[in-house]
Structures are given as structure tokens and as C-alpha cells.
């Protein structure tokens, strides 16, 4: 179980493969990955977006995706589980987050990916500002 | 041990409590953290309003006492963090 | 929408962002991408698993996962999806299949990939021939 | 024209059809495929029997005529490819 938040961007291919061979270590184990990648979109409501600001609570963003994690593990037979966030100024195509959830059997990890995802964006305390051609806006709802 | 008595810490003049606002809280209220001196026994609410100079709180605003969720009626203790922010918006 | 069928190893990272890159052309509008990676595992029911020969029936297998596909495609608001299958002779900790998907929002790619799984283990003509310590069997249960 | 009539197909003494096995029903009639000629108006389970020899047809066997699922009772027509196969295992 590994949680970050990360300043700068990443690739989310590279970082779930590097965690995968260097640190599970869990090769012949897991018949299932499931993979979910948040990729900054261009528009938004209807709007051109330009660049998005995305702040957090340090301390206590990392404690509740911790916790999100834990649950899951209780919840499903996962082997483990990996979320990247990122925060600051990014743009159009930068991936934002990264949840990725291994398991012997692929229910497992399907359902997990989802819960990790549906409870991050509920419950981790994350937001993002975008920038408009007019202007900025704090995101209200969270689609 | 005198420090862990709840009967004397109702009794304590003030309370140092750290304040924390993000995102459209933090633009709106114009800062983004303070400590301040809370009176015994406040409330979360009171906090707000301590901080804030009575403004309005919405409604949809999430609290945080030492990073876990909480509601308005909660008490807080000296030394806790207390965090105002908007719903939460990542992923 | 793009199936394949791989005589030969492959990494799903790569051929994932590579598709993502070179062929979705879609940077800015997706803000989803759900994936599932099958792995072959070093156990099954049981026994130790040694070694794998995915067989499948040239033609019909193609055919059926470009069904499954265009069958999402109705079903789900999705941009794009891809199928990549092994067959041959395979090892444990191989990839045997990687799944894909790309929507604007996050249910669509959860849900239409794991309806096209669901789909390809139900529906698609391969079949997995084990070998064991001792001897080989053929795979009949799908778990 | 008149390949395309269905009463002319009928009577014609033979239909020339490709039968193909896979997996464990490969290994078990101990072939692959091979082309067969069948009386006229056959359906998929007598293609079975004419090219196992008569073999028991089990319950699970997978049928698909030109590379569509069919079930046992479906009509084979001249050309046509006709498959059987164990339930499926991929992914």
C-alpha cells in the first residue's frame, strides 16, 4: 500500500510498472491489475480550460488516502494498492491521479479501483481552481 | 497529569488553537491559517466565528479537527488544528 | 476502437500509452482511462502452474472482440477502447490481456471496461491449456 | 442465378463444409479441422456425428457456424464453416 501526492507530473504507465517490478514483488501472484488514470481535461461545463491550480491539506489529504486504502484492503482480497496524486499548476493532458489495485481474482480488483476512486473524490481533501480564457473558478462539483 | 484532566482544562482561561482554510474558504476569509486564543469548551462553529469575524457559514462548508471530519457542534481542545474548507474537489 | 491478438510478449504499459499517443489523438478530452491487465499467475486452483499455451480460433476471436467492443460503444459515452490478447506459449508473470478504455468522465471507463472483460471471459474463443508439476490439463472453469 | 436457389440447394446431393476443433475437442476427436461432404439440409449437430464418427455431443460444446455462436440444431449450408469448441477460458 503506497499513497503520494506529487508536485511535479508523472507518468502513470512508468510509475504503476516501476511500483509494480521494484517494490509488490508479488510476480505470479496477481492475475488482476486494475488501473484507473485522471487525465486533466481541456474543457469543463461547457468551458475552455486553459491550466487548473489543484491544492490539498498536506498531512491530512495523505492520512485519508491511507485510510481509503485500508479500507479497502479490509473490504476486498487485494494483494495491494497504489494511489499518486498530483497538486499544483498543470495543464491539459497531465494526468492527475493514478489508482491502481492488484488481486489473485479480477472482481477484486475492479471493485476496489472504483471504491478508491469514488471515496477520493468524496472524501480526500483536494481542489481544483481553473483557469478560463475569462478568468479563474474554484471547481464546485465534483462530476 | 494534571494536564490530562478534563475538569481542569474546562477551567484553563484559553485554549491555543491552530486555524486552517483552503481554497475558496482561504480567498474568502483572506488568510490561509492563524493560531488563535479560544475561550474553554468552544465549539468548532465558535472557532469559525472567532476566526472569521462572524461570517456567515455556509452551509456546504467540511471541518476538519486534527485532520478528521467533524461537524459544527464538536468540541475542540487546546492544541488542535481546526480546518475550514469547501467541498472537496480531486481525482 | 483497435483488438489484437499477440503471438509474442508484451508490455501493457507500453502499449497502452503508446496507443494513447500515436493513435487516440484525443489529448485534452478524455478525463478517464480505465484499464484491467491480466497476468498470468503461478497458481490455479490449487496447483502450481508452470507454464501456459493460449489457444484461439483465428478469425472468430477478432471478430468477437470487435463486437464486444462496438457493443460498449453504444452502451457507454466512451471515446475509445482497445483490446490486446495473448496466445501461444506464455510464462507466469506474462501479461495474457490488457483492456482499455478512454471517456470524458469516470463511470463510463470503469463500467465499459469491465463489461468488455466480463465479455471477452464469457464470450471470446481462447482456451488455456496448464502445465503442472506433473502432466497438463485444460482450464474448464473461468473463474 | 441459380446458386442462389433454395429449393435447387436442396436437392443438390452434397454440401461441401469445413469443420473445425478446438482445445480439449481437438485433442479429443484427434483432429483439427477437415472439409466434409454433407447431404443436403444438415444441421450443426449432424455434422458433429458425421465427423467424430458418431462420438456423444456433450452438453458444454461450444458450436458456432461462420464464426457466429449457433446452437445444435442450427442448418448448415454449402461453404459454410462449422466450429466446435469447449467452453471458452481466455483472459
Not at chain 1, 12 to 19: A, G, L, N
Not at chain 1, 70 to 87: F, M, P, T
Request: charged share 25%.
Amino acid at each position: 500500500m503506497h499513497i503520494e501526492i506529487r508536485q511535479q507530473p508523472f507518468d502513470p504507465f512508468d510509475e504503476v510498472r516501476d511500483y509494480q517490478r521494484n517494490t509488490l514483488n508479488e510476480a505470479g501472484k496477481y492475475g488482476a491489475t486494475a488501473l484507473f488514470i485522471g487525465t486533466m481535461r481541456d474543457f469543463n461545463e461547457g468551458d475552455d480550460v486553459r491550466a487548473m491550480t489543484l491544492e490539498h491539506y498536506p498531512g491530512m489529504t495523505e492520512k485519508h488516502l491511507e485510510k481509503i486504502c485500508g479500507e479497502a484492503q479490509k473490504r476486498w482480497d487485494i494483494i495491494d494498492s497504489l494511489i499518486i496524486h498530483r497538486v499544483g499548476d498543470m495543464y491539459p493532458d497531465d494526468p492527475i491521479v493514478v489508482v491502481a489495485v492488484w488481486s489473485a481474482h479480477r472482481a477484486a480488483a475492479f471493485e476496489a479501483s472504483r471504491y478508491l476512486m469514488e471515496e477520493l473524490k468524496s472524501r480526500a481533501p483536494f481542489w481544483k481552481k481553473e483557469q478560463l480564457s475569462e478568468g479563474s473558478r474554484w471547481v464546485e462539483h465534483n462530476s | 497529569m494534571i494536564g490530562f484532566d478534563p475538569v481542569y482544562r474546562n477551567l484553563v482561561s484559553s485554549m491555543s488553537i491552530a486555524v486552517k482554510f483552503f481554497a475558496s474558504l482561504r480567498e474568502q476569509v483572506g488568510k490561509s491559517e492563524e493560531r488563535l486564543d479560544a475561550g474553554p469548551a468552544a465549539t468548532v462553529a465558535e472557532i469559525w466565528q472567532l476566526a472569521t469575524g462572524g461570517q456567515p457559514l455556509a452551509a456546504n462548508t467540511l471541518m476538519a479537527v486534527n485532520m478528521e471530519y467533524v461537524d459544527a457542534g464538536h468540541p475542540v481542545q487546546d492544541g488542535d488544528e481546526v480546518a475550514f474548507f469547501p467541498p472537496v474537489t480531486g481525482g
